[in-house]
């Protein structure tokens, strides 16, 4: 169970999550200072030091919050004889699927904006503990270190992706608010990732069939 302060804390990140893109939305993220984002969070400005570095990395976590610990949980719901490429590949690819709760325009803003496309791309190496956490969960007997090594060339790839992705979306000067998208994220991510299903599968082969059959 997730004790008090553990729990005031993600209180307080989720507040200043909020707050950052809720401001970034209505003022511009040029025009928002990590002074405003934690006088609406009702915090101090050292306080919000001490969960993000800048007011930019605040705005973007706000939208890739909890993907993830959803592409985690993805994982490990998977039956057991679904090869482990297929479970990473399939749930990363999935969490980059809008969820259609997003506030509106917040991809709008970040297609917009150089410096949050960057650190937007930067939110996927959060996946890399939570996603060495479900492998090993999925595949107790897998090595530790290689699933941590795995689960950072996942991120690498997904982060290479979404750069890819936000540089060839475009926000033509014609015509404001509008973005000209770059195909499909996920499967771009799903593309990306491929080349791993080899990794992935050798360090926790799938269960062989034959072995259920053994009294």
Not at 31 to 36: A, H, K, L, P, Y
Not at 86 to 113: E, F, K, T, W
Not at 187 to 215: G, K, Y
Request: glycine share 6%.
């Amino acid at each position: 169970m997730t004790g008090l302060r553990e729990r005031k804390k993600q209180a307080t990140r989720e507040a200043l999550q909020a707050a950052a893109l809720r401001l970034a939305l209505e003022h511009g993220p040029d025009n928002v200072r990590v002074e405003d984002i934690a006088g609406a969070a009702g915090v101090s400005p050292r306080t919000y030091n001490n969960y993000f570095s800048s007011q930019k990395q605040a705005i973007v976590s706000a939208i890739a919050a909890d993907r993830a610990d959803r592409l985690a949980a993805a994982v490990i719901s998977r039956p057991a004889e679904t090869r482990l490429s297929d479970a990473v590949i399939d749930a990363v690819a999935a969490s980059y699927v809008d969820p259609g709760d997003r506030p509106a325009g917040a991809m709008l803003m970040i297609a917009s904006s150089p410096a949050l496309r960057s650190c937007y791309a930067d939110t996927a190496t959060m996946m890399e503990g939570p996603l060495a956490g479900a492998v090993l969960a999925r595949h107790p007997g897998a090595d530790p270190l290689a699933a941590r090594v795995l689960a950072a060339a996942v991120a690498a790839a997904a982060r290479i992706a979404l750069h890819q992705w936000l540089q060839a979306t475009t926000t033509p000067t014609s015509i404001p608010g509008f973005v000209v998208v770059a195909g499909s994220l996920p499967d771009l991510v799903r593309a990306a990732l491929t080349p791993l299903a080899p990794a992935l599968d050798a360090i926790a082969p799938p269960p062989d069939p034959s072995d259920a059959a053994l009294p």
